[in-house]
C-alpha cells in the first residue's frame, strides 16, 4: 500500500472512502427538464472510474418548488429523480465510488419569475443583491412545509441508493435563518443563536428520523461571515459543536465568506491569481476544535496542496473539484506515479462564470468535461500512421499536435514565433493571469514526451508545408487584432495587444475603447493605470467587459478602482483626429444618432477582437481532398470527417481564431473533435 497520505482510507462512520479526494458539490448544469440523465451521469462516472473516493452531486439540488433553479439544478422535489440518481449511483458504486447529493432551498437566492412563478422567500426581507429578488418573509406554514420537503428530498436520496446528503448552508434559506445578516424573524427562528440556529437542526431532525441512522448527513456551512454583524467565528465553531451534540450530523463542510455579491463569492471560491487554499488553516481549526468529521474545498488546485491538506490533520477529506474539471483522471495518475502528467487547473474559472450566466460548465481548456457522450478524456491510437502538419503553436494548434501524437501519427509544428504560446502567452504577461501559461506548458510537455517535431522562427508558406507529404494539414495561425474599425483616423490609435506586448509605452491620458468585452480590454486598462496613466474604458455596449463574466471581473475592478480609470457604457466611437499634440477623439451612440461628444487625450486604444489569419489556409485549399470543407453534422456528433472533392493528398482544416475570433476553450475544443478521430 502507498503511503501517500491522499491515498489512505477514510472512515466515515460505517463508510470506508477509498481515499482522501473528492469532488465537492457543484451544479454543472448539466440536468435535462431538472434531471441527472445521461450528460450528468457520465461527468461524474468518468471521475469515479478514474479513482475518486467521493463525488458529491448536484450543486444545490431543489427540495422544494418555491426554490426554483437558476443554474440548471436537479429538481429533488420530484419522485422521477430517484431512478435517474439510482442509475448514477448505481454505476459510481460500481467503479468505487461513495455518492451524496447537496440539498437546499434557496431560500432568496432565486428569481421570483423561475420556475413556477412563486414568491421568493427568506428569513428577512433584504434582497440578495446578486439576484435581485425581493423575498416574502417566511411565514410558519412555509417552515413547517418546506422541512417536510427536505425530509422528502433526502428519503428519495435514500431510495436511489445514495451512501448520504449534505445540506447546503452558506447563502441559501439554512444560512439565511442562521446570519444576523438576512434574520430579521422574531421567536421561535430569529434573534438568539439558538433561535437562528432553530430550522437548520430541525430540517435535520426531520431528515434523520427519516432516513435512519445508516444513512449519512452533513452540513457545508458558513462557520465565519467575515462582515461585521454577521455569522462570527466564535459561532461558526459553536455551530460544528452542536451538530457534533445533537448527534444528527456526520460531517461537516467548512465555508468562509459570504457568497451574496460577486466579489463575496469569488474570496469564498478565489481565482487564479488569487491565494491558493485561503481558507484551508480556518478549516482545520474548525476540526481541531470540534472533532467532526470535515471536508473542505477553496482552490486547492494541485497535488501537494491536497497532500499537505491531509497530511497537516487538517481535513478529513479535501476538495478538488475545479481541478478534476481540468483533469478528472488525477487519483488515477497519482497512483500510476504520473502526476507530472496532470493537465493544470489554471483558476481561470471560466467553469463558474459560466454557470452564473445561464451556461453550462466548461473547463477553459479540457473540452471534454461535461462532453463525456462524445469527447474522450483518453486518446485512442489511430489505426494507420499518418503524416500531420500543423501550422501555429498557441492553444489549437498545440492541443491538434498533443491529440495527433497520442494518436500515433508523426507530427510537425511549424510556428512563425520563437516560443509557443500565441495569445495565451501574451495574456499570460499580465502578472495575475500567468497561470494561464499552464494551458501551454502541458502541452508542450505532452508533445515532448511524444517526439513531436517543432520548428520554431519558421513562417511556413505552402511549399513548405507540402514538403512534408502530410496526410493532414491544420492551420491554427490565430488571429491580428482588428482596430481599424473608425469612420477616419485609424491610423491614429494602437491595439490593446500593442499596450499588452509592450510594443507602445502607455500615454498620461488614454481612451481604451472596448467593443470586444474581454479580457484583453481590461488587462491593457489594468497595465495603463499601473504605469500611471489616466483611463476611460468606453464601449458601445449597455455593460462593460460582458465577456469576462461575473469572478473574472472582480479582481481587475479591485486594482482599478483604486487607480484613475472610469468606465462609460452605450458610446461609440467614430473618428479620432489630430489636435495640435493631442488627439480628439470623436464620440457617438447607437441610442441617439444624431450625438456628437468630443475627448481630449494624447493615445487612443481600440479592441475589436481579431481577425484570421487564413492566407495559408486559402493557398493550400484548392489542393485539398475536402477543399477545407467541414461536414458540421459529423462534428457535432464526434464523428469523422469523410467530405472529399478535391484532388487526392491530404486534408485541410482550420481551427481556432484561424476561423473566426472566439476564446481559448473554442480553440482547444475545434482541435480535439477534429484531430480525436484523425
Keep these: 500500500m502507498s503511503n501517500d497520505p491522499l491515498l489512505q482510507p477514510y472512515q466515515l462512520k460505517h463508510l470506508t472512502l477509498r481515499n482522501r479526494i473528492m ?11 431538472g434531471m441527472p440523465k445521461d450528460r450528468y451521469r457520465l461527468y461524474h462516472l468518468e471521475r469515479a472510474k478514474a479513482g475518486v473516493a467521493l463525488t458529491m452531486t448536484a450543486g444545490s439540488a431543489a427540495v422544494s418548488k418555491d426554490s426554483p433553479p437558476v443554474f440548471n439544478n436537479i429538481l429533488a422535489y420530484k419522485d422521477e429523480v430517484v431512478g435517474w440518481m439510482k442509475r448514477l449511483t448505481d454505476e459510481c458504486h460500481a467503479a468505487g465510488a461513495a455518492v451524496m447529493i447537496q440539498l437546499t432551498h434557496l431560500g432568496r437566492r432565486t428569481r421570483w419569475d423561475k420556475g413556477d412563478w412563486l414568491p421568493v ?30 425530509a422528502d428530498a433526502a428519503e428519495r436520496m435514500k431510495h436511489a441508493g445514495l451512501d448520504g446528503v449534505e445540506f447546503e448552508c452558506y447563502g441559501h434559506l439554512m444560512d439565511q435563518f442562521m446570519s444576523p445578516l438576512t434574520n ?14 432553530r430550522f437548520a437542526m430541525d430540517v435535520l431532525d426531520a431528515c434523520r428520523k427519516r432516513v435512519g441512522p445508516q444513512f449519512l448527513l452533513g452540513v457545508r456551512y458558513t462557520a465565519d461571515e467575515e462582515e461585521r454583524g454577521g455569522i462570527t467565528v466564535n459561532e461558526g465553531v459553536e455551530m460544528a459543536r452542536r451538530f457534533k451534540s445533537s448527534g444528527l450530523v ?20 478565489p481565482i487564479q491569481g488569487m491565494r491558493s487554499a485561503p481558507h484551508l488553516d480556518f478549516a482545520g481549526m474548525i476540526r481541531k476544535e470540534v472533532g467532526l468529521p470535515t471536508f473542505h474545498a477553496a482552490r486547492i488546485p494541485d497535488v501537494p496542496t491536497a497532500r499537505h491538506a491531509i497530511a497537516s490533520g487538517q481535513l478529513d477529506m479535501v476538495g478538488m473539484t475545479r481541478a478534476h474539471m481540468a483533469d478528472p483522471h488525477i487519483v488515477r495518475k497519482i497512483m500510476e506515479g504520473r502526476e507530472h502528467d496532470i493537465r493544470p487547473c489554471v483558476g481561470a474559472t471560466y467553469c463558474l462564470d459560466r454557470i452564473y450566466q445561464g451556461g453550462m460548465a466548461l473547463c477553459l481548456h479540457n473540452p471534454a468535461t461535461g462532453r463525456e457522450e462524445t469527447m474522450p478524456h483518453t486518446i485512442a491510437p489511430a489505426r494507420d500512421r499518418k503524416r500531420i502538419v500543423i501550422v501555429g503553436a498557441g492553444p489549437a494548434g498545440l492541443e491538434a499536435a498533443r491529440v495527433a501524437a497520442e494518436r500515433g501519427h508523426h507530427v510537425t509544428v511549424f510556428e512563425a514565433a520563437d516560443r509557443p504560446g500565441g495569445q495565451v502567452r501574451l495574456t499570460a504577461m ?8 499552464g494551458i501551454i506548458d502541458w502541452r508542450m510537455a505532452q508533445c515532448a514526451a511524444r517526439d513531436v517535431d517543432f520548428r520554431f522562427n519558421n513562417y511556413a508558406e505552402a511549399d513548405d508545408v507540402l514538403a512534408e507529404k502530410p496526410d493532414a494539414v491544420i492551420i491554427a495561425t490565430g488571429g491580428l487584432p482588428e482596430k481599424d474599425v473608425l469612420e477616419s483616423g485609424n491610423d491614429l490609435t494602437v491595439s490593446a495587444w500593442d499596450i499588452l506586448s509592450g510594443d507602445v509605452k502607455p500615454g498620461a491620458n488614454v481612451l481604451l475603447y472596448d467593443d470586444a468585452g474581454d479580457h484583453a480590454a481590461l488587462q491593457a486598462a489594468q497595465l495603463l493605470a499601473d504605469a500611471g496613466s489616466t483611463v476611460e474604458v468606453m464601449t458601445p455596449d449597455r455593460s462593460f467587459a460582458p465577456e469576462v463574466m461575473a469572478m473574472n471581473l472582480v479582481p481587475y475592478m479591485r486594482e482599478l478602482q483604486t487607480k484613475p480609470v472610469t468606465f462609460t457604457v452605450t458610446y461609440r466611437l467614430l473618428a479620432a483626429e489630430r489636435d495640435g499634440n493631442q488627439l480628439k477623439a ?40 475536402n477543399l477545407g470543407a467541414v461536414d458540421y453534422d459529423a462534428l457535432i456528433e464526434g464523428s469523422p470527417q469523410t467530405i472529399n472533392g478535391g484532388p487526392k493528398g491530404f486534408r485541410l482544416y482550420r481551427i481556432g481564431d484561424a476561423v473566426s475570433s472566439r476564446n481559448t476553450h473554442a480553440a482547444i475544443y475545434d482541435a480535439l473533435r477534429l484531430m480525436k478521430d484523425i
Design 23 to 33: 469532488t465537492t458539490s457543484h451544479e454543472p448544469a448539466y440536468p435535462e427538464d
Design 121 to 150: 422567500l427568506g428569513a428577512g426581507p433584504a434582497r440578495e443583491p446578486s439576484h435581485r429578488a425581493f423575498p416574502k418573509v417566511i411565514e410558519d406554514w412555509d417552515i413547517a412545509r418546506i422541512i417536510e420537503d427536505y
Design 184 to 197: 430579521t424573524l422574531a421567536n421561535p427562528y430569529g434573534g438568539s443563536f439558538d433561535n437562528r440556529i
Design 250 to 269: 456526520d460531517f461537516v463542510n467548512i465555508i468562509r465568506g459570504r457568497i451574496h455579491t460577486d466579489p463575496a463569492m469569488t474570496d469564498v471560491i
Design 430 to 437: 499580465t502578472k495575475r493571469r500567468a497561470e494561464m501559461i
Design 586 to 625: 470623436v464620440v457617438g451612440s447607437d441610442y441617439l444618432a444624431q450625438l456628437r461628444q468630443e475627448r481630449h487625450v494624447d493615445q487612443i486604444v481600440v479592441n475589436h477582437g481579431t481577425q484570421p489569419l487564413a492566407d495559408l489556409y486559402f493557398a493550400l485549399k484548392p489542393k485539398s481532398e
